[in-house]
């Protein structure tokens, strides 16, 4: 079945560093998307790629959807303590199911 | 409006125990998952319920779990004979034919 990998697991930096996340699918995907979940909060939705090679921005948030549609990344600039929580993708092979990845854990140091 | 809601919130039980998880999704969404998520750790899929289709169980992890979707609506998920390896957060998502979840607050199991 489909698999959906992200790396790294946990990323601990100071604030003001940026931090990156990345994504890769065993399958090529419809679609990915990434949710950010708070601790002690749930996922909450971001943005959702479609296109090959897309590139979207959300203020000191990069998404970018590979050519091959099978990665992805996210990439925060000049992290800051509200960035703090859990990134997930999540890739859509067109069946409406989500696979998602393990998330990466952001830690920012004050 | 209204997003996805999860009762309880929280629910203590003892060992070997039955319990029922309910999740009322948002209004119109024909999609409903599970997922479970221990401390710490990823989002576990449980199954999927799409419009009057079968759903698919493929996550879920033993014949103690089920799940129900009634009138396209409410869902209940049933773990019977809890484990002590059945703790952890059960997180309930509706979405329409956009893809994008809408995550409910969870419900924190905790089996003593």
């Known amino acids: 079945g489909q698999q959906v990998m992200q790396i790294p697991q946990y990323q601990h930096v100071q604030e003001g560093e940026d931090f990156t996340t990345y994504c890769n699918s065993s399958t090529t995907l419809s679609n990915i998307q990434w949710y950010k979940q708070r601790p002690g909060g749930h996922p909450v939705f971001l943005i959702q790629l479609v296109k090959s090679g897309e590139v979207k921005k959300q203020k000191r948030l990069t998404f970018q959807f590979g050519e091959a549609k099978k990665n992805s990344s996210l990439h925060i600039t000049a992290t800051q303590t509200t960035d703090v929580g859990t990134y997930f993708c999540a890739g859509d092979n067109a069946g409406n199911m989500l696979t998602f990845g393990g998330g990466t854990r952001l830690m920012v140091k004050p | 409006g209204a997003g996805v809601s999860q009762s309880p919130s929280n629910k203590v039980t003892e060992k070997g125990k039955d319990v029922e998880l309910r999740c009322d999704p948002i209004?119109?969404?024909?999609?409903l998952y599970w997922y479970r998520q221990s401390l710490g750790q990823g989002l576990e899929f449980l199954i999927y319920?799409?419009?009057?289709?079968?759903?698919?169980k493929s996550g879920l992890p033993s014949d103690r779990f089920s799940a129900e979707r009634t009138g396209g609506s409410v869902s209940t998920l049933t773990i019977q004979r809890t484990q002590q390896e059945d703790s952890a957060v059960y997180l309930c998502?509706?979405?329409?034919?956009?893809?994008?979840?809408?995550f409910g607050p969870g419900t924190r199991l905790t089996v003593t």
């Open positions: 998502a509706s979405s329409s034919t956009s893809s994008e979840q809408y």
């Open positions: 319920f799409q419009g009057n289709s079968a759903p698919d």
């Open positions: 209004s119109g969404h024909t999609a």
